[in-house]
């Protein structure tokens, strides 16, 4: 049986994994949808990249599938979707998980919103 950290590793492998600089790229050009997936705990105590949307982890299966009464419209198959969570291992699991499910345009932010933050960049407190 993997333990979590092989998963992890073994879904970066399979995914395409961004810094910092890059995601902030596409968000600023609007060339995709931020996906933020941790909880919303977390959001309200580190705070958030401005334009992201909330999909929680536990969620994201049945937001992303076009044939689940759940789906958010957001969640397109044919559109560039980059996820991020707090340090880059759940985003790169959901990154694989949403390619299982058919998207083939999806990335993480490698080192989540901590490398966000020890980058310099802003982020939102609500």
């Not at 902030?24 to 705990?41: F, Y």
């Not at 937001?63 to 980059?82: G, N, T």
Request: charged residues 30%; negative net charge.
């Amino acid at each position: 049986m993997p333990t979590a950290a092989e998963m992890v590793a073994a879904a970066k492998a399979k995914v395409e994994n961004l810094g910092v600089d890059e995601v902030a790229r596409e968000v600023e050009e609007g060339a995709a949808l931020l996906v933020d997936i941790r909880e919303p705990g977390e959001r309200q105590k580190d705070g958030y990249i401005d334009r992201a949307i909330e999909a929680p982890r536990g969620m994201i299966e049945f937001w992303a599938d076009p044939s689940s009464p759940y789906h958010r419209p957001e969640f397109d198959p044919a559109k560039r979707i980059v996820l991020h969570c707090g340090s880059g291992g759940r985003s790169a699991l959901a990154a694989a998980t949403l390619q299982d499910l058919g998207y083939r345009d999806v990335a993480h932010l490698d080192g989540g919103i901590k490398a966000w933050k020890q980058a310099g960049r802003s982020v939102r407190q609500d």
